[in-house]
Each structure stands twice: as C-alpha cells, then as structure tokens.
C-alpha cells in the first residue's frame, strides 16, 4: 500500500534545504535570545555600579597648589626694605641682600652697587604712604600689590607694583627675598640712565 499524498509531501518539504536553512536560523535567534536573558538575569544582579556614591565627607583635594597662610610679618618688612633701598635707590648694599635670583638677573653686587639695576624706582623722598594688599600668600611664596602714593608737592603719579615674595634657605636659615617687581603701567626698565643714582 503507498503512502498517503499529503504524508510525502510533508516530508518532502521538511527535507528541502531552503526549510533546513529557516529551522537553523531560527534555532540560532531562539539560542541568543536565551543567551541574551541569561547575561541580564546573572550579570545584571551581581555587576558592580560605576555610578560614583554620595558621600558627606569633604573632597580630597589633589592638586599640588598650598594652603593659603597669612603672610608672616618679617614678609611684610622684606618688601618694606626692598622699596626704601632697590626701588628708592638707597643702600643698595642692603638691597641686594633683599632681591632674590630674578631680581639681580645674574648681576653681582660690585656691578649691582653702581646703581644700573634692574628695578623700576620710584623716588624714596616721595612716598607719603604705600599700603599693601596680599593677592595671596603660602608658606614660601606670596604676590602683593603695593600702592606707593607720593607726598603733596611731588610732582609725581601713584603707582602701583606687584611684588613677588620667595622663601629660601633650610632651617634657622630661611628668609624671605623680594623676587620680582613689576609695575601695573608700562615704564621701562632701568638702563643705566640718570635717574638711576646710587647709594653705598
């Protein structure tokens, strides 16, 4: 007896190989998606957040500037000498000691005494008043902005210069140097010129 019709048929198509090839993609759809649930079930309850938490603790400062301190009063008259001998033209022996590497610019102090240096003056006879104010100060570095303010009947503007403090030295050793002395305007630097007059 032969085999029913709609019996062969069925087989016949289930053997084709366009048949095959959709069982197979199908297996392989159903096999990620199971793969797929599997990762978000497991990993999903047992992974570690990237989320950064909360915390009321104070953020750790990293960075590699200092605290800021006030700024120590044999600061303050390092930067008072500095004007009343460098920048006054006066005891420039003295200032010398005061100025540090920047200033002096590789000057030794037989060339620095002849009074040709490198720092803006401002007539020391002038000064009625220079008040200061700290831009900031740490423990070996300081920027102040001094304001020199002349007398009456000097026939001479106010001005105001930043002036840089450095720390040097290890242990009983340690003073403060002026380091830099840069007016706000624009003056040139002095030459050698006959406003640059000495003082021993």
């Known amino acids: 007896m032969s085999a029913h019709p709609e019996a062969s048929s069925l087989r016949a198509r289930l053997r084709s190989p366009r048949f095959q ?30 989320d950064t938490p909360l915390s009321e603790k104070p953020a750790q400062d990293v960075s590699q500037v200092p605290p800021t301190v006030k700024l120590p009063a044999d600061a303050k008259q390092v930067a008072r000498e ?18 540090g590497p920047l200033i002096r610019q590789g000057m030794l102090l037989k060339e620095w005494k002849k009074g040709a240096i490198p720092v803006v ?10 008040p200061m104010k700290v831009d900031y100060s740490y423990p070996k570095e300081a920027l102040v902005e001094v304001a020199l303010l002349p007398k009456k009947g000097f026939k001479i503007k106010p001005q105001i210069f930043f002036l840089t ?24 630097v002095p030459n050698g010129s006959g406003n640059n007059g000495a003082g021993g």
């Open 82 to 99: 500095f004007i009343l001998t460098a920048v006054a033209r006066k005891n420039l022996t003295r200032a010398y000691a005061l100025s």
């Open 165 to 188: 403090l450095i720390k040097v030295g290890k242990g009983d050793q340690t003073h403060w140097l002026v380091n830099g002395w840069v007016p706000r305007g624009s003056p040139q």
């Open 21 to 50: 090839a959709r069982i197979f993609w199908i297996s392989m759809v159903v096999l990620v998606a199971g793969i797929i649930a599997f990762l978000v079930a497991f990993v999903g309850n047992t992974g570690k957040s990237l």
């Open 121 to 130: 003056p401002y007539p020391g006879d002038a000064i009625d008043y220079a």
